[in-house]
């Protein structure tokens, strides 16, 4: 079952990241997978959404439960679709530097052929997608003020990662 961690210092404020990572609508926008994102419901605390992505030959829709608890934490859990399960968490704490970003996903396919396709590319396909994200950052707020050196980039490793 492929899991990953990774950890990063991003030069944002934890509002400006968690508000990003929370704009789940925008995702086709700028993630590479995200073919297209139907909001069902959505408070200030929690949305459920219908994502559909593909990667290669595989297409799938599936519905997730979005938990938000602003600007700290975002939790994605399963509703419906391909997974035998889905968690994914993302925490965004103040930092000397903006914001450390840690990030968590673990899911499985119910299909092992999904499973074997996806467990090749995983490792790579969670990092375009943080890539993604940071891209999305400074798109939207600007180049990074916050840190020791202002426009630096991303300081950050990965904590620990591993595919199928």
Not at 91 to 98: L, R
Not at 149 to 157: L, P
């Amino acid at each position: 079952m492929p899991t990953h961690s990774e950890r990063r210092v991003l030069n944002y404020t934890p509002e400006q990241i968690f508000d990003l990572v929370a704009d789940v609508g925008s995702y086709p926008k700028f993630l590479p997978w995200c073919a297209n994102v139907r909001v069902v419901s959505s408070t200030s605390s929690e949305l459920l959404a219908d994502l559909s992505v593909g990667f290669g030959p595989f297409r799938e829709t599936f519905r997730s439960r979005v938990t938000l608890d602003r600007p700290k934490t975002i939790r994605v859990t399963y509703e419906k679709g391909p997974f035998k399960y889905l968690n994914n968490v993302w925490t965004f704490t103040p930092d000397a530097n903006g914001c450390l970003v840690d990030f968590f996903v673990d899911f499985e396919f119910r299909s092992r052929l999904l499973q074997a396709a996806i467990g090749v590319v995983f490792n790579e396909a969670v990092r375009l997608m943080v890539s993604a994200f940071i891209r999305r950052a400074r798109e939207i707020y600007g180049p990074p003020v916050l840190g020791a050196k202002a426009g630096a980039s991303v300081a950050g490793r990965t904590v620990s990662g591993s595919g199928a």
